[in-house]
């Protein structure tokens, strides 16, 4: 399976931002996509996922109220609508998919085995 993300840029504090990801290859091998992000010296922290059989979503709790994710079958495509971005949420994004089971944990980076290359987020004040 291969992720493809796009839509990063610089937002003002406040502002928003979408990001998608487009999944290609084998799709029938994941049921679950998200996205995890990165700053320079910090590990990988995951953002939110969502089950693609139902539609069900986790987040992490800095960002709930402010992301959604969201995803269509149809075209494997997943979406980030990111608002009242701030400083913090800047970072480096990456799709991430795989086959998940049972609660989702956001804090392991290392249950997931498909990744893309990422796209920067950056964030003024």
């Known amino acids: 399976v291969d992720l493809l993300e796009s839509g990063g840029g610089s937002a003002q504090a406040g502002g928003s931002l979408r990001l998608s990801c487009v999944a290609s290859?084998?799709?029938?091998?994941?049921?679950?996509m998200g996205w995890f992000r990165q700053v320079p010296g910090k590990g990988r922290e995951g953002v939110a996922l969502?089950?693609?059989?139902?539609?069900?979503?986790y987040y992490y709790d800095s960002v709930k109220g402010r992301f959604t994710i969201s995803h269509v079958n149809a075209n494997d495509t997943l979406w980030l609508d990111m608002t009242a971005l701030t400083p913090e949420d800047t970072g480096m994004y990456y799709c991430?998919?795989?086959?998940?089971?049972?609660?989702?944990?956001?804090?392991?980076?290392?249950?997931?085995?498909?990744w893309g290359q990422g796209t920067q987020v950056i964030v003024s004040s």
């Open positions: 991430v998919a795989d086959i998940c089971v049972g609660k989702i944990d956001l804090s392991a980076p290392q249950d997931y085995g498909y």
């Open positions: 290859g084998f799709t029938l091998m994941i049921n679950c």
């Open positions: 969502i089950y693609t059989s139902d539609d069900s979503t």
